[in-house]
């Protein structure tokens, strides 16, 4: 039997083939619903994929993807559209590796940059917001230890949450911020320091 991915007309399938030129070909491909749910496929595996690295970002994504589906099962809009949202979307997971060089960040600070700015991009600078991630990620990783997400730990992850609020009191974060700010941290600790120490590749 042939596989799915063959018989929609994509061969070896990957978020590559995600661009203007292919969604020009969608227009007038036929089994347009196979084909649909297989790209809608690629894209929410791809951003699965990366989810762990930056929480913040992602999730905005799988939303945007989900809310377009719904959208195209209640018939609001067309196959031509849905895939108009996943190109959009695969173009801005290609413009974070821009980002990390543009703001002078590591992947791994851009996530965190992405979780303290979402909502104070507008109270604070970009250069405060840089220089606060820089400090938050090492107040962060310094107080790690094994296991440190799980319930009986909580007094592990009761540390790193104090070491994050007080780099933010230091960094000079208002008052009224510190709480929102500190919860966002530790999601996004939680999500890519979940297994800590991190395995080192072979």
Same mark, same amino acid.
């Given at each position: 039997m042939a596989r799915g991915d063959a018989f929609a007309g994509i061969e070896k399938p990957d978020i590559s083939i995600l661009d203007d030129q292919f969604l020009e070909q969608f227009k007038s491909h036929e089994q347009e619903n196979l084909r649909l749910k297989l790209l809608a496929k690629i894209l929410a595996d791809e951003i699965r994929s990366r989810e762990r690295s930056n929480v913040t970002?992602? /999730?905005? +994504?799988? %939303?945007?993807? $989900?809310?377009?589906?719904? /959208?195209?099962?209640?018939?609001?809009? *067309?196959?031509?559209?849905?895939?108009?949202?996943?190109? *959009?979307?695969? /173009?801005?997971?290609? /413009?974070?590796?821009?980002?990390?060089?543009?703001?002078?960040?590591? =992947? $791994? %600070?851009?996530? +965190?940059?992405? =979780?303290?700015? $979402?909502n104070v991009a507008t109270l604070y600078d970009q250069k405060f917001l840089c220089d606060l991630v820089h400090d938050v990620v090492q107040a962060v990783k310094k107080n790690l230890k094994v296991d440190w997400t799980k319930p009986h730990r909580e007094d592990v992850k009761a540390g790193v949450r104090a070491a994050v609020k007080a780099v933010l009191r230091k960094r000079g974060v208002k008052p009224e911020h510190l709480d929102a700010l500190t919860k966002q941290v530790i999601l996004q600790a939680e999500a890519m320091f979940s297994n800590w120490p991190i395995p080192v590749a072979a």
């Amino acid at each position: 039997m042939a596989r799915g991915d063959a018989f929609a007309g994509i061969e070896k399938p990957d978020i590559s083939i995600l661009d203007d030129q292919f969604l020009e070909q969608f227009k007038s491909h036929e089994q347009e619903n196979l084909r649909l749910k297989l790209l809608a496929k690629i894209l929410a595996d791809e951003i699965r994929s990366r989810e762990r690295s930056n929480v913040t970002k992602y /999730k905005s +994504f799988t %939303e945007m993807l $989900e809310t377009t589906l719904q /959208k195209y099962h209640s018939r609001a809009i *067309q196959a031509a559209d849905v895939v108009r949202v996943i190109v *959009q979307i695969k /173009k801005d997971i290609d /413009k974070e590796s821009q980002r990390t060089k543009q703001l002078g960040l590591s =992947a $791994e %600070e851009l996530a +965190f940059y992405d =979780a303290v700015s $979402e909502n104070v991009a507008t109270l604070y600078d970009q250069k405060f917001l840089c220089d606060l991630v820089h400090d938050v990620v090492q107040a962060v990783k310094k107080n790690l230890k094994v296991d440190w997400t799980k319930p009986h730990r909580e007094d592990v992850k009761a540390g790193v949450r104090a070491a994050v609020k007080a780099v933010l009191r230091k960094r000079g974060v208002k008052p009224e911020h510190l709480d929102a700010l500190t919860k966002q941290v530790i999601l996004q600790a939680e999500a890519m320091f979940s297994n800590w120490p991190i395995p080192v590749a072979a």
